[in-house]
Each structure stands twice: as structure tokens, then as C-alpha cells.
T-cell receptor, first 116, second 113 residues
Framework: DGGITQSPKYLFRKEGQNVTLSCEQN?????MYWYRQDPGQGLRLIYY???????QKGDIAEGYSVSREKKESFPLTVTSAQKNPTAFYLC???????????????FGPGTRLTVL | GESVGLHLPTLSVQEGDNSIINCAYS??????FIWYKQESGKGPQFIID?????DKRQGQRVTVLLNKTVKHLSLQIAATQPGDSAVYFC????????????FGGGTRLMVKP
């Protein structure tokens, strides 16, 4: 069963705690992405990685950290420095073509993080 | 800055009718566009994509139209069904090298039985 998995589905965090969201894909995709979605809004890019051991900040990276030690995995840590972390977090992956064309991003089911 | 946007936040249609969801984009350099469907509490699901060298692309019950002259993208859903009720949003590529997408805010489609 191929695809992108995210865990946990729901996560609760106390203020001041760091939490790590898991994202795994078995699609053999080179690129992986983390987005944040707030109610009634579109997706905003947090971090992305196009190759193992390399990642880049997106539009709203402050308060977040990532690692890409394996091609299949791209965990996101929400640190205590993120002042408003309650949101729906989405992981995506895609092929990276060498050339002019972008490729479709495929999404996981998401993790809903709530700060208590 | 340049962005992707949507004309209507909510669209209500009768079951069996055709639906048209619109998206305006402002970056004339964008050359790849995607439509996603997102049901409540779930991740976005790929529907259809189109590259800028095309004006129209058809899938199963869906058609995407691209008008580069006025920078307009639309998603047409034929014979809309209750299962089509969801938020639909478009995305555009503005950086070929980075494989990055910019997402619009979304339109909620409500199908009345």
C-alpha cells in the first residue's frame, strides 16, 4: 500500500514543550514538504527538502525544525519558540525532475496539533 | 506580492448540475497549475493538473481550463454529486528549479440533494 503516512492524527501539546510530527513516504520521491493550514485558509510552506541531508526554509520556518536523514522520512519538530502552533500540519512529497517541469505534490492525511 | 486567489469562497450547486470553480493568478511566469480537493479533516487530494502549453485538460468528470491571456484557471465538475462536497483550491508553480507551489485560499463546494 503506497503513499504518505503521517502520525499521530491528533496531537496535544502543553505550552513550552517541543513535539515531533512524523511523515513517511514509500513513493520513492526525492522531495518532501511541510505545510501548515489554519482554519479557512490555504497552505503555507514551513520547510522543504529536495534531497537527503538537505532542506530549505519556507515562508514560515520560525519556531520549526526538520531533518532529512532518510529519503523516506521528513519529521517536523514544533518547538516552544513557535508562538501559535495550533494548526493542521500537512506533509507532501513529489518527484524532482531535472529540467524545466515541476511535478505534482501528493499529500498525507495530516496531523492536527492543539496547544493546551 | 504575486499570489493565487479565488473569486468565490462558497459555491452551492444542485446535485446533478455542473459546477465551475474559478481561480485567478497574477504571476505570468507560472507554467504549471494543479487543482486539489480537500475534505474536512483530511489531506488535499490531487484532482487534475495542466501545464501552460495547454488550454484545456480533461479527466473523469472534471475539466481544467487555462486562459493565460487573463491569467484565469477554472475547474469544471460535470454532474456534481454529494461526494464532491469539499474545499477546492488551486496551486501554481512559480519556481521551476525549486518545484515549489503557491496555494490559493480555497472555495467550498456544497452540493444540495
Amino acid at each position: 500500500d503506497g503513499g504518505i503516512t503521517q502520525s499521530p492524527k491528533y496531537l496535544f501539546r502543553k505550552e513550552g514543550q517541543n513535539v515531533t510530527l512524523s511523515c513517511e513516504q514509500n513513493l520513492n520521491h526525492d522531495a518532501m514538504y511541510w505545510y501548515r493550514q489554519d482554519p479557512g485558509q490555504g497552505l503555507r510552506l514551513i520547510y522543504y527538502s529536495q534531497i537527503v541531508n538537505d532542506f530549505q526554509k519556507g515562508d514560515i520556518a520560525e519556531g520549526y525544525s526538520v531533518s532529512r536523514e532518510k529519503k523516506e522520512s521528513f519529521p517536523l519538530t514544533v518547538t516552544s519558540a513557535q508562538k501559535n502552533p495550533t494548526a493542521f500540519y500537512l506533509c507532501a512529497s513529489s518527484i524532482v525532475r531535472r529540467g524545466a517541469f515541476t511535478d505534482t505534490q501528493y499529500f498525507g492525511p495530516g496531523t492536527r496539533l492543539t496547544v493546551l | 506580492g504575486e499570489s493565487v486567489g479565488l473569486h468565490l469562497p462558497t459555491l452551492s450547486v444542485q446535485e446533478g448540475d455542473n459546477s465551475i470553480i474559478n481561480c485567478a493568478y497574477s504571476n505570468s511566469a507560472s507554467d504549471y497549475f494543479i487543482w486539489y480537493k480537500q475534505e474536512s479533516g483530511k489531506g488535499p487530494q490531487f484532482i487534475i493538473d495542466i501545464r501552460s502549453n495547454m488550454d484545456k485538460r480533461q479527466g473523469q468528470r472534471v475539466t481544467v481550463l487555462l486562459n493565460k491571456t487573463v491569467k484565469h484557471l477554472s475547474l469544471q465538475i460535470a454532474a456534481t454529486q454529494p461526494g464532491d462536497s469539499a474545499v477546492y483550491f488551486c496551486a501554481e508553480n512559480y519556481n521551476n528549479a525549486g518545484n515549489m507551489l503557491t496555494f490559493g485560499g480555497g472555495t467550498r463546494l456544497m452540493v444540495k440533494p
